[in-house]
DNA sequence: GTCAATATTCTCATTTTATGGGAATGAGAT
DNA sequence: ATCTCATTCCCATAAAATGAGAATATTGAC
């Protein structure tokens, strides 16, 4: 291991459950001896991806909260998403939230979310937290809009994996159908409801859902809510594939100032 | 320039301004070679900092969203302050945004925000931005705290800088006072009310403001929303005086799982 | 205050890796 | 087909990271 691959590993220690680490436990948990450690952190540190706690432990660094700005500010999706999952949440008129999902490498992670206001029942799917491919509403009906090479590298191909055929018809009715309800299949007593945002010209597989407590949903309310989330996602999509300019021919692209 | 720093080159081209990048365009700006450029994308997209958009320019990664949930759940000062400017929006009663904001190199950045239900103005301070050190409520009350040493870092000694006198003054009265009052000094027409969040053991120099219409501010608003901000600030400072814990005795100290 | 135990930084010879010029390949456009 | 530019590949070289251990700084114990 060498170069940038120590830094992303030093990173890469700091999870929820283990959020503060002083320099010789990271090199222990590294295998590194100690003072490469206190060199990759002292870069880190530098940078703004760590930041020195008290007594000698790291936490992550600011630069984390700017870059996130950015990104939120400079997103295609995130940007168009964040308004519409105001709207979702306003016309919803039920407490619940939205959110805005996407593929990150072998799961599916939440990039915007929005909770109406009296919603006091909180969902799994949260902005950037990754979760699992195959549960979910929210992320059944991404893989359901995979193109096929996509879903069997994720998934494995029919052959070598016919354990997932039954998967395979799932999300082939789901495609079908365009949008994907479920309940309790992430969060016990929590119902799912996501739409497709899909453009393929830009790169984008993503989800546009709403989660809210089962128990309250009656026909005519998931009717409502399917039509509400359905239509949302759609929107969302038209405007990304109207951002969605083909670039000049033989020119290098920047983005203009 | 090599190693690490070259990453860091490749990220910091990317601004509000400036979203999406060619690897050709990278290399001109950074003055590298194009295969150079193109092995370094390369490792910052497999490290999901960066991605692909369309037509071979990169705009930043998810991985920025997924460090900055991290951050937001085990930060001290941003956990323990996210719920506080709930409380201050909800107690204010007038259109308005919370923000808590924090040194972050030589400029304050403010970490988490919140809005009241029908703001319709937006603060220049917003999560993630990093702002003036020497203009608004919202930072000046941080320097007025600062420990010397460290203020004479930021704006120069006073033998050395002796413009900055008559900010020292100001300064000064801002602390003895013990929260910072200002208008239209970041926005026109906008009113900042600072106070300070001073945690030293901890390493912590930081302010909880609020922005509001200044036309909308008689006296009496005004007295009332100093106070909800000085005991909102003092309440974050006394959680996370509370949270300090003096790591144990000649023992590594790890986050406890 | 001293002492002892760690934490942290520093040094430097060595190994490893990144570097970049250029060739090779690919993808469009004309 | 041919031109242009994007992208990858190759490899000798230069450059930088590495790590063992020494040197130094901190910190608590006493």
Not at 150 to 171: C, H, M, T, Y
Request: hydrophobic share 45%; charged share 25%; with cysteine.
């Amino acid at each position: 291991m060498a170069g940038f691959s120590r830094f992303l590993a030093v990173l890469r220690l700091f999870t929820d459950s283990a959020s503060a680490w002083s320099v010789p436990d990271m090199a222990d948990a590294l295998g590194v001896p100690a003072s490469t450690a206190y060199r990759t952190v002292r870069d880190l540190v530098a940078a703004g991806f760590l930041e020195a706690a008290q007594d000698g432990a790291y936490r992550l660094g600011p630069a984390f909260i700017e870059y996130d700005r950015l990104l939120r500010m400079t997103d295609p999706l995130v940007h168009a998403g964040a308004g519409a999952l105001r709207d979702v949440v306003m016309q919803a008129q039920t407490p619940c939230v939205a959110l805005l999902s996407r593929l990150y490498n072998d799961q599916v992670m939440c990039v915007a979310d929005e909770a109406a206001r009296e919603t006091v029942f909180r969902s799994s799917y949260e902005r950037g937290r990754p979760m699992p491919l195959v549960q979910g509403a929210t992320s059944k009906i991404i893989l359901a809009h995979l193109p096929a090479r996509q879903l069997n590298r994720l998934i494995g191909a029919p052959k070598s994996a016919p354990v997932n055929d039954a998967l395979r018809r799932e999300l082939a009715e789901i495609r079908r159908r365009g949008y994907c309800a479920t309940a309790s299949e992430i969060d016990p007593g929590l119902a799912g409801i996501a739409a497709p945002v899909i453009v393929r010209e830009a790169g984008i597989f993503a989800s546009l859902s709403l989660v809210a407590d089962d128990s309250r949903l009656d026909e005519s309310q998931r009717r409502r809510l399917v039509l509400l989330v359905v239509s949302a996602a759609s929107l969302v999509s038209e405007e990304l594939r109207h951002r969605h300019i083909p670039p000049p021919l033989h020119t290098s692209i920047r983005s203009v100032k």
